[in-house]
Structures are given as C-alpha cells and as structure tokens.
C-alpha cells in the first residue's frame, strides 16, 4: 500500500477517530436540545452529558460529580491554576511548579504573579524529570497549591507523580495537587485516587477526539473561584450552555483509546525505538534529548541534529507529506527558543536543530518504514548542503 502521508505531529494534535466524527454529527443531528431545557429535548441532551461524565469518571476511578467540562487544555489548566490559587489564598500564597510546563499553566501562574502570589518554579535535570526531593524542599508552611504536568509535551518525560504526591501530602495534606495530563491520559495509566491528584486536566484533540473540549478533573470537597461567572452550568464552576456533540465526542474517543491501548501502546513503544535506532545508525551526530529511551511517554521523543535548523528539516519533511514539528514553542509573531529545550540545557545549536516527534494510536508501520527512509536521506541530504561536520 502507498503511504500518502505521515503524521507524526500528534502532541500538536492528533487525528478525530472515525466512530468519533459519526457520532459528533449524529448528536448535532438528532440531540440538538440544550441540557438546561426542561422538556423531553433537553433531557436527552442533558442524558448525554451524564453518560460522556460517566465514561470518564469509569476511566480515572473517580465519581462523576467530579468531573467539570471545559473547551479544552488550556481552560482546564487556568481554572485549576487561578481557581484554586484565588480560592484558598487565606491559607497562603505560595505556589509551586515547574519551569518546563505547558503555557497554559506558566501563564497563568505568571498572572498569579502579579496579583502577589509567590511562585517557585522547579527546574528539571537533564532527561527533563522533576525530583520528588526538589518539591519537597520547594514546600513552605504559606504554599497552597502544586502544579506539575504527567508527560512533558516536547521530550516526553514521565513526572512520577505518586512520589511526588507523596511528598507533599506528608508535609502537608491540605497541599493542593494539579496534573496537566493532556499528554498521557489515554496512554499512560492516570488515576487521581491511586497517584494522589487532587486535580487533572484532559483535553479531547490529544487523544482522537474533537478540539476544543475538554476536563477537569476536581476531588470532591476542592473549592475554586470560577474564570467566568453566568448560569449555573457544570454546578457554577464552568457556566456556559454545554457543548454537547463535543463533549460525546470525547467520551467516545476516550473509550476507544482506552479500550485500544493494551494493543497499541506497545505498538508506539516498538515505532518509537525502531525510530531512534534507526536514526542513531545513520546519523550518530544526532542526540535525543529528554529521557533515556525506555523511561520516556511511548509516544513523544525530541531529536537534535546540531548544525541544521529545526524548521528547514520539518519543511524539507514537509515535502514528502511527513509531518513533524520543531522543538521551539513558536509565541505569535516572535520565534522564541524552547523554555523546556532551554531548562534542559541544551547549547545553542542542539536547541536550533531540535525536531519532537509524536505519534498516534492511527500510525502504521508502513508509514512509520517510510518515514525512516525519508528523515534519514533528507538529513543526509541537508547535512551535506550545509556542510555540516560533527
Ligand atoms: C501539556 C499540554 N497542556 C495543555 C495543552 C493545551 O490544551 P488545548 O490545546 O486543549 O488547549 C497542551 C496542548 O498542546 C499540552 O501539550
């Protein structure tokens, strides 16, 4: 079979399932009633919001109730961070994270900043990890709120999360812990009552269902001030008429992560070191940043060719319908090196030529083959066009 293109840029977002895209349209079809609506409409529709907030309360082991809707990623992650941060400021104001999270959470922790909160932001060692230890000596009798992400979405870095929970809940278990697991959740196994998380975020684009939805995760008896104030929707935490097709999109597409992931997680860990070494023999110049190899997610590994440009490698990919991204968080118009590259202190040049790959339940291993051959002529090919000389 002729492969028409290869999309290994899933940490960006990843392809809807089919089952998904049917579903979504039937509900906009047939169950166009709004939730809120006293009628027979509004009942199917507000049934639909109880069986997709079951699906995931079955997946994490939580209760429903604990579930909130929210448009995604980043929503989740501000809620989580401000809500609670503003919610329990009487008990203190210090916060802790790291310096490789997500800018949906550095953001805002950094507004949090300038409303006078103090934060502490943990740097990682070299394969991106986050030491149990360091948080533990980050812990001071004013701080309220942890927040510290489960896969790092450019090396792919595991935190260990239960150690690290650990830690705080000994200190202190009025200690507030959040897990941005937009990157795991539907691969690596994450449950709030197992790893001791008070609070998680899912976004549903991450893991084949439709952009723009997603959840918090929030421990019964977690306060937290609202980002929007307007009906009482989601119990007042997230007011807003609920966007039903999306939202039984996601549950479809957890469901069918979920039930697909004894048999394809291994299958990533297979593509991925197939990858590598392949990568490694053709071109030992090459250096993987991040995480040895086998203690890294299945799905997400950064590679750096020092001497050529991330970007020119992705566009030469590009041309072969292979699509990859640059280690570099691209800011609006400014180009700005990667914080997490640079918190991983990378030099100059391995920073510049850094190139994450991600991949999906939905990659074949033909695609996986011919992307191979591919990366390897195309950095054989740049490496001698700009007489690169390791
Ligand atoms: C680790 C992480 N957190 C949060 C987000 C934001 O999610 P969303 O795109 O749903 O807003 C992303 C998206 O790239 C991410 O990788």
Wanted: proline share 5%; glycine share 8%.
């Amino acid at each position: 079979m002729q492969v028409k293109e290869v999309y290994l840029d899933n940490s960006a977002t990843t392809r809807s399932y089919p089952e998904v895209i049917t579903e979504m349209q039937r509900v906009m079809d047939e169950e166009y009633g709004n939730a809120s609506s006293l009628h027979r409409r509004g009942s199917r529709a507000e049934r639909i919001l109880n069986s997709s907030r079951q699906v995931l309360a079955e997946i994490l082991a939580v209760k429903s109730s604990e579930i909130i809707f929210t448009s995604g990623g980043t929503e989740s992650n501000n809620l989580a961070v401000q809500g609670i941060a503003r919610r329990y400021r009487r008990r203190g104001n210090h916060l802790i994270t790291t310096a490789i999270e997500h800018s949906s959470v550095l953001e805002p922790f950094n507004q949090l900043e300038k409303e006078g909160f103090e934060v502490t932001y943990l740097l990682p060692d070299n394969e991106g990890v986050i030491s149990p230890q360091k948080v533990a000596e980050a812990l001071t009798p004013r701080t309220v709120l942890v927040s510290i992400m489960h896969v790092n979405n450019e090396v792919g870095s595991i935190q260990p999360i239960s150690q690290i929970s650990a830690v705080i809940k000994t200190q202190n278990p009025g200690i507030i812990l959040h897990v941005d697991a937009v990157q795991s959740f539907g691969k690596l196994p994450i449950s709030p009552e197992e790893h001791g998380v008070d609070a998680l975020s899912l976004s549903a684009h991450k893991f084949h269902g439709p952009k723009g939805v997603g959840a918090l995760y929030l421990r019964k008896g977690i306060l937290l001030e609202p980002l929007f104030w307007g009906g009482g929707h989601e119990k007042g935490l997230r007011p807003g008429t609920e966007n039903t097709p999306a939202i039984a999109g996601m549950a479809l597409a957890a469901r069918l992560s979920f039930n697909r992931r004894k048999e394809k997680v291994p299958q990533l860990e297979f593509f991925k070191e197939k990858l590598i070494s392949s990568v490694e023999t053709e071109h030992p110049w090459a250096r993987v940043n991040g995480p040895r190899r086998a203690e890294g997610a299945p799905h997400i590994f950064n590679i750096s060719f020092p001497g050529l440009k991330g970007e020119i490698i992705l566009h030469a990919l590009e041309e072969y319908s292979i699509y990859v991204s640059t280690g570099s968080a691209c800011h609006s118009n400014s180009k700005e090196p990667s914080h997490v590259l640079k918190a991983l202190n990378l030099d100059e040049d391995s920073q510049e030529g850094a190139i994450r790959f991600s991949l999906s339940f939905l990659n074949t291993e033909e695609e996986i083959n011919y992307a191979i051959t591919r990366i390897n002529s195309v950095i054989a090919g740049l490496k001698t066009f700009h007489k690169v000389t390791p």
